[in-house]
């Protein structure tokens, strides 16, 4: 059933045994997996089934520094469906190693390993729609596919770990039918405000719930769970005091903080001597899903080396400069205004462009024009029109010459930070200030990674990978914090001084408050999270049947 | 001294994996009952039409049960169930067993966990309302037993696993989103042949009712990925809605009357690509899960993996040269 806030009579209480927050990737799957067991749902949504400017607007923010991180009604979407309504569609799970505490990673270390999340796993990549749980090259094909780089030496970097990718899969739309089908109750246009406890402080009694059309009604359940996104998730649970008065479960100061994002960029040249013996594009598996392979430093070299977890991809040149004479590259920054923000900023950086670099790139697209039409033709095809999308713009460039696009884990650092500010949105309610930081360790992760790939082309003997090391800081932050993954601000662990919730999920202070999403992950890993998210969300769903 | 079990409808994709099973059992020996010519070589037949009452009653005589898969329209499997009933009615408690195939179909449009007791759906299509009419009409008999398959697949299925698998071929249905969320209720041929068995051999089912599907049935989705994996049909497509109206809408009714018009000039309409009607896709996306615990605990039966059915499906298609 789905049923719009506004039609709740003000004052009214709507009941439920579980009451979820936020039907995104997390809330919905949740969602899914409680109805399935019986369980009598109440799936709280701020917006509706379609984007709606006035709703969006109360997720605006402000930010410390704004080459930093995004505005924050950017790479987040108030509306059914969640932010799966706009992502890249990108899958992995965690590594093994992300799980564990590790010497050069400062707070690293979860209270539960990888034994716990990986029966979760393969139902999450249902749900994102990635096919088989198979992440290895080896696991996925059944036919002998192209290597990443034909003669590479691996004993640093892996080059059979696979990205898969989700349609990319909006929740919203894909599980509607099933939640209608199912005994949950989904409410749209419901933005929770205060959570309230009851006289022991141990428990939430209740919450209240009001709409931009001026409603209000409160919600009462045995369990409540908020999957409202890394950032609001920190915004409801500060906005109301709690028992400590500091806002709830943060008696210790510590929601909000740890805030992480990736470390992302595009640096340097790989040149390949043999140019056939190079594929960075896109394979599909039997069940029909793009798969890519990557470069992953591995474990022990992470160990050795002192850096948290780093992958890499082979990727087209930088597409501002039209040196690299490839007529889409030009035709995708002359397109800049068509393409959505979101995957713009990364593509166009934010420099200016003058005349005479407009002149080259029509020129670029004039004269590859004929390459141009097929690459377009194929987008058209396998992209624009189809259900399960081509993921990303892969180029096969003329000369075996790439740039590399890496993706690393972030340290968790209690300096950086979201919080309250003193500003309000239509419905009065605080607005989120953001402060992003990361630290030596982390320049030290990216720098040191992309050391070691210098050196591994070079023991391989296959090319070159040329970057300039005093630019690395720069370009890893040149579009400041990677956008949309919101990591750790209420993160999970054992010990109330350094985490918000425990090992199932729940805040330290309350008996029946869970969070679920990012927000609890103590470390960032080199992994997307909407995978994880999925997985831990089942995790939460079989931990809260327990008790029904 | 076996016991004689006439089969209707023995031509059948159904009757002949009953009567082949009948064939190889101890205590049965099957007899075909055919409206034309026997497809069956040298089982023994009799050549006769399932809406003659008295013609029934005649092949009633001698045999100790009577299994009727009569397709065909709606009317004839009326007519058909007319003429048992006006056969088996006046021979009361001596009546021999009746073991009588309705439909999933009878449940309509209803949703969730569908036990033996749901009520038929309302406002049936023609041949879903035709098998309500028949189990209406054939209920009241002494003996009989009721058998509600859900999707009936194996080794030459002609509805689901021939037709899937052209259409998985072709690349026309794969992966379709929420749009194959359904549950499959897909039952193995093997078990359905089983549930007939059974039937026929317990005293104790006589007025019961089975609904026929294997326990944890795959989504279509599911179905349809397993089953294009194991044809060799990859990579599996996945279809978005925009298709999947072009196939109902536009692609669907020219291709019927394709159909219609090869049958009139009887040509062997097996060959051409099937339509996917709005029917079809309305029961891919449907939430009907058949409960069949009951066949389960009162014929013991053990449902075939999925695995296990779709192999040996995919490796009879591949047998064969298309």
């Known amino acids: 059933m789905i049923l719009d806030a506004n039609t709740v009579p003000t004052g009214s209480t709507l009941q439920a045994e579980v009451c979820v927050v936020g039907a995104g990737a997390a809330g919905i799957s949740l969602a899914l997996s409680l109805q399935e067991a019986g369980i009598d749902v109440l799936l709280l949504e701020s917006g509706g089934d379609q984007a709606d400017a006035r709703n969006q607007?109360?997720?605006?923010?402000?930010?410390?520094?704004?080459?930093?991180?995004?505005?924050?009604?950017?790479?987040?979407?108030?509306?059914?469906?969640?932010?799966t309504t706009i992502w890249g569609g990108r899958c992995m799970p965690y590594d093994a190693l992300d799980f564990e505490p590790r010497v050069q990673i400062a707070h690293s270390g979860w209270p539960i390993g990888m034994d716990a999340l990986h029966p979760y796993y393969e139902a999450a990549n249902k749900l994102c729609e990635a096919g088989d749980f198979a992440y290895t090259a080896?696991?996925?094909?059944?036919?002998?596919?192209?290597?990443?780089?034909?003669?590479?030496?691996?004993?640093?970097?892996?080059?059979?770990?696979?990205?898969?990718?989700?349609?990319?899969?909006?929740?919203?739309?894909?599980?509607?039918?099933?939640?209608?089908?199912?005994?949950?109750?989904?409410?749209?246009?419901?933005?929770?405000?205060?959570?309230?406890?009851?006289?022991?402080?141990?428990?939430?009694?209740?919450?209240?719930?009001?709409?931009?059309?001026?409603?209000?009604?409160?919600?009462r359940a045995r369990r409540f769970v908020l999957a409202a996104g890394g950032l609001e998730t920190v915004r409801l649970l500060l906005a109301s005091?709690?028992?400590?008065?500091?806002?709830?479960?943060?008696?210790?100061?510590?929601?909000?903080?740890?805030?992480?994002?990736?470390?992302?960029?595009?640096?340097?040249?790989?040149?390949?001597?043999?140019?056939?013996?190079?594929?960075?594009?896109?394979?599909?598996?039997?069940?029909?899903?793009y798969c890519r392979r990557r470069l992953a430093l591995r474990p022990q070299v992470q160990d050795r080396l002192g850096t948290g977890n780093f992958i890499a991809r082979l990727h087209h040149p930088r597409i501002t400069d039209p040196a690299h004479h490839t007529g889409i590259l030009s035709l995708l920054y002359l397109a800049k205004a068509?393409?959505?923000?979101?995957?713009?900023?990364?593509?166009?950086?934010?420099?200016?462009?003058?005349?005479?670099?407009?002149?080259?790139?029509?020129?670029?697209?004039?004269?590859?024009?004929?390459?141009?039409?097929?690459?377009?033709?194929?987008?058209?095809?396998?992209?624009?029109?189809?259900?399960?999308?081509?993921?990303s713009v892969i180029v096969y460039p003329r000369r075996p010459r790439y740039s590399l696009d890496f993706h690393a884990e972030q340290e968790p650092n209690p300096a950086s930070r979201v919080s309250l500010s003193d500003a309000r949105d239509e419905?009065?309610?605080?607005?989120?200030?953001?402060?992003?930081?990361?630290?030596?360790?982390?320049?030290?992760?990216?720098?040191?990674?992309?050391?070691?790939?210098?050196?591994?082309?070079?023991?391989?003997?296959?090319?070159?990978?040329?970057?300039?090391?005093?630019?690395?800081?720069?370009e890893m932050t040149r579009y400041g914090a990677y956008g949309g993954h919101h990591i750790g601000t209420a993160r999970m662990g054992n010990d109330p001084a350094d985490s918000v919730v425990d090992a199932d999920c729940r805040l330290h202070e309350l008996d029946n408050l869970y969070v679920s999403g990012a927000a609890v992950f103590p470390t960032s890993s080199q992994a997307n999270p909407t995978l994880t998210i999925v997985a831990m969300a089942l995790r939460l769903g079989d931990h809260l049947k327990r008790f029904s | 001294m076996k016991t004689k079990v006439l089969v209707l409808g023995a031509n059948?994709?159904?009757?002949?994996?009953?009567?082949?099973?009948?064939?190889?059992?101890?205590?049965?020996?099957?007899?075909?009952?055919?409206?034309?010519?026997?497809?069956?070589?040298?089982?023994?037949?009799?050549?006769?039409?399932?809406?003659?009452?008295?013609?029934?009653?005649?092949?009633?005589?001698?045999?100790?049960?009577?299994?009727?898969?009569?397709?065909?329209?709606?009317?004839?499997?009326?007519?058909?169930?007319?003429?048992?009933?006006?056969?088996?009615?006046?021979?009361?408690?001596?009546?021999?067993?009746?073991?009588?195939?309705?439909?999933?179909?009878?449940?309509?449009?209803?949703?969730?966990?569908?036990?033996?007791?749901?009520?038929?759906?309302?406002?049936?299509?023609?041949?879903?309302?035709?098998?309500?009419?028949?189990?209406?009409?054939?209920?009241?008999l002494p003996n009989v037993v009721m058998l509600r398959p859900g999707c009936i697949y194996g080794p030459s299925s002609p509805q689901w696993?021939?037709?899937?698998?052209?259409?998985?071929?072709?690349?026309?249905?794969?992966d379709l989103g929420a749009a194959g969320d359904g549950c499959s209720n897909l039952v193995y041929i093997d078990d359905v042949v089983e549930a007939v068995l059974q039937s026929i051999q317990r005293a104790d089912v006589g007025g019961c009712v089975f609904n026929l599907a294997m326990a944890q049935a795959p989504s279509w989705n599911d179905y349809f990925i397993a089953f294009a994996r194991r044809l060799g049909k990859v990579p599996v497509a996945r279809i978005g809605g925009r298709r999947l109206k072009v196939e109902t809408k536009m692609l669907g009714p020219a291709l019927k009357i394709m159909e219609i018009g090869a049958g009139r000039l009887r040509f062997d309409t097996r060959r051409l690509p099937p339509p996917i009607p709005p029917s079809l896709l309305r029961l891919w996306g449907q939430d009907i899960r058949l409960s069949s615990v009951q066949a389960q605990q009162r014929l013991s039966l053990a449902w075939t993996p999925l695995e296990t059915g779709i192999g040996r499906t995919a490796d009879a298609w591949r047998a064969l040269a298309r």
Request: aromatic share 8%; net charge neutral.
């Open chain 1, 138 to 219: 080896e696991e996925a094909f059944t036919t002998p596919r192209r290597p990443l780089i034909a003669g590479f030496k691996e004993d640093v970097f892996s080059t059979n770990t696979l990205e898969r990718f989700s349609c990319p899969t909006d929740f919203g739309a894909r599980y509607r039918q099933r939640l209608i089908n199912g005994a949950c109750r989904v409410v749209q246009h419901a933005n929770v405000g205060a959570i309230e406890l009851d006289e022991t402080r141990r428990q939430v009694d209740h919450i209240q719930v009001r709409t931009l059309g001026g409603t209000a009604f409160t919600v």
């Open chain 2, 12 to 140: 059948g994709y159904v009757g002949q994996a009953v009567i082949r099973a009948l064939q190889a059992s101890t205590w049965a020996q099957p007899v075909a009952g055919v409206r034309g010519a026997s497809r069956l070589g040298d089982i023994e037949s009799r050549k006769l039409d399932a809406t003659d009452a008295s013609a029934l009653g005649n092949a009633l005589k001698d045999v100790g049960a009577v299994v009727n898969c009569v397709a065909g329209s709606p009317a004839v499997m009326v007519a058909g169930a007319q003429a048992l009933k006006q056969a088996l009615a006046p021979l009361g408690a001596a009546a021999p067993r009746l073991v009588h195939f309705s439909s999933m179909a009878i449940y309509g449009g209803a949703t969730g966990v569908v036990e033996e007791s749901t009520p038929a759906g309302t406002g049936l299509g023609g041949y879903a309302e035709a098998k309500a009419q028949t189990e209406t009409m054939l209920a009241g």
């Open chain 2, 161 to 174: 696993s021939e037709r899937i698998a052209l259409l998985l071929a072709d690349r026309r249905i794969g």
């Open chain 1, 57 to 83: 607007a109360l997720y605006a923010g402000s930010v410390a520094d704004e080459r930093m991180h995004s505005p924050l009604d950017r790479y987040r979407e108030r509306r059914f469906g969640g932010s």
């Open chain 1, 241 to 289: 005091p709690g028992a400590s008065g500091l806002g709830v479960g943060n008696a210790r100061d510590v929601v909000g903080r740890y805030y992480m994002c990736h470390l992302a960029g595009t640096i340097g040249t790989l040149s390949f001597t043999e140019p056939r013996s190079v594929y960075h594009g896109y394979e599909m598996s039997d069940e029909g899903i």
């Open chain 1, 427 to 474: 419905l009065g309610m605080r607005r989120l200030h953001v402060d992003w930081r990361y630290t030596e360790r982390d320049v030290h992760t990216v720098k040191a990674s992309l050391a070691a790939l210098a050196q591994a082309m070079r023991d391989s003997g296959v090319g070159s990978f040329d970057y300039a090391p005093d630019e690395v800081e720069h």
């Open chain 1, 338 to 391: 068509v393409i959505p923000y979101e995957y713009g900023k990364r593509l166009h950086g934010e420099e200016k462009m003058k005349g005479g670099q407009w002149l080259a790139h029509l020129r670029n697209v004039l004269i590859d024009a004929p390459a141009t039409a097929v690459f377009l033709t194929h987008w058209l095809r396998h992209r624009t029109l189809a259900a399960r999308k081509f993921p």
